[in-house]
T-cell receptor, first 110, second 115 residues
Framework: DAGITQSPRHKVTETGTPVTLRCHQT?????MYWYRQDPGHGLRLIHYSYGVKDTDKGEVSDGYSVSRSKTEDFLLTLESATSSQTSVYFC?????????FGSGTRLTVV | AQKITQTQPGMFVQEKEAVTLDCTYD???????LFWYKQPSSGEMIFLIY??????QNATEGRYSLNFQKARKSANLVISASQLGDSAMYFC????????????FGKGTHLIIQP
């Protein structure tokens, strides 16, 4: 599993509250990614990082921010969660040309 | 325009038959890569097979092969001798250039293998 851990695995939160999802990797990979998966949309890129403090926006970045203060951790924050952000969130890394995904976080905003 | 198109939202196939899952792509890059992932009901994303744009031969991995037709911009996944455990969502994805900005995914095909 390339040493990728996502936490929490499941979370229910209320509209308007801040939420932070964590992706932790143990193999010093430079590139890390956050995707969301929704029925009928496949996986869509939210943000990605190409090093400590180096991040960029993906296709669906509105309403999300990220931080990477250490190589091993890539945090995804929903500043004020909305029901449209109910989704399954995947973290991924790339190494040797391949991409490996974490187990996902199922987030429900009520 | 969509970069990855999977035209089969769902498929039903009899066990032991071969299955072809369609994928077409759109890119202006000369260097790119095409990936197939399997997502069973448990939710994890499982890498199946990869084809690079400069690879001259179609990729194969066990029962999986990729029918790569560069001129048609298609990268269909072929599963030989399907098994009940092949029932899952299947996603085609593309890396453009060096891939630093990640993969672009199709919407997926839900494959159901019937006994």
């Amino acid at each position: 599993d390339a040493g990728i851990t996502q936490s929490p695995r499941h979370k229910v939160t209320e509209t308007g509250t801040p939420v932070t999802l964590r992706c932790h990797q143990t193999e010093n990979h430079r590139y890390m990614y956050w995707y969301r998966q929704d029925p009928g949309h496949g996986l869509r890129l939210i943000h990605y990082s190409y090093g400590v403090k180096d991040t960029d926006k993906g296709e669906v970045s509105d309403g999300y921010s990220v931080s990477r203060s250490k190589t091993e951790d890539f945090l995804l924050t929903l500043e004020s969660a909305t029901s449209s952000q109910t989704s399954v969130y995947f973290c991924a890394i790339t190494a040797s040309g391949g991409y490996t995904f974490g187990s996902g976080t199922r987030l429900t905003v009520v | 325009a969509q970069k990855i198109t999977q035209t089969q939202p769902g498929m039903f196939v009899q066990e032991k038959e071969a299955v072809t899952l369609d994928c077409t792509y759109d890119t202006s890059d000369q260097s790119y890569g095409l990936f197939w992932y399997k997502q069973p009901s448990s939710g994890e994303m499982i890498f199946l097979i990869y084809q690079g744009s400069y690879d001259e031969q179609n990729a194969t991995e066990g029962r999986y092969s990729l029918n790569f037709q560069k001129a048609r911009k298609s990268a269909n996944l072929v599963i030989s001798a399907s098994q009940l455990g092949d029932s899952a969502m299947y996603f085609c994805a593309m890396r453009e250039g060096r891939g630093a900005d990640g993969l672009t995914f199709g919407k997926g095909t839900h494959l159901i293998i019937q006994p």
